[in-house]
């Protein structure tokens, strides 16, 4: 609500996280809030936290959670613990060109504290539009470095690097 009773602002105006789908996410929840007859709705607000983002350029990038610094200063960087990789998507096998010419990918996954929880997930490649919506749902669910290891990769897809990271079945899978 604004400062004029019974005006609201949703959206770029608020200045938090400026997408659309942010925006119509803040909607859905201001119009449950005030007209639902729902009692669970009654305090409906979005969530800020772990929006995944994806800038729509040649390769696609995806970003989610906290950059590898911002982790760092959130917990202290003896908590941080970082999985890479960089490779040649499969995409590009059957292309007659040097594989040194192939363009890469690269992912990144940021996870904090002894239970390894991925708190940042970012990548550069082919597809990496499409794979910030799933891996979006496991962050705002808590996943764990374990939980990733335990998902069985599906292949062939350059999705299943975050699922195979090296080392790969380290962390404690209860």
């Known amino acids: 609500e604004t400062s004029v009773d019974r005006v609201y602002a949703v959206g770029d105006v608020c200045g938090n996280i400026e997408l659309t789908p942010m925006a119509i996410a803040a909607g859905r929840r201001l ?3 005030l007209f639902s007859e729902n009692q669970d709705h009654a305090y409906a607000k979005v969530s800020y936290d772990n929006v995944p983002t994806v800038v729509f350029s040649h390769p696609p990038i995806g970003t989610i959670g906290l950059t590898e610094d911002e982790a760092i200063k959130k917990y202290g960087e003896e908590s941080i613990k970082v999985y ?3 490779f040649s998507n499969l995409y590009y ?3 007659q060109i040097e594989p040194s010419e192939k363009p890469k990918t690269c992912m ?3 996870c904090a504290g002894k239970s390894e929880q991925v708190v940042g997930l970012h990548v550069i490649g082919i597809a990496a539009d499409e794979m910030l919506q799933g891996f979006g749902v ?3 669910m808590g996943a764990t470095k374990a939980d990733f290891d335990s998902c069985i990769a599906i292949h062939p897809t350059a999705a299943e690097e ?3 990271l090296f080392p790969w079945g380290l962390s404690s899978q209860e």
């Open 93 to 95: 096998g059957p292309f």
């Open 138 to 140: 496991a962050m705002k």
């Open 108 to 110: 990144k996954l940021v």
């Open 162 to 164: 975050f699922v195979t």
């Open 84 to 86: 890479r990789s960089k």
């Open 31 to 33: 119009a449950d809030r």
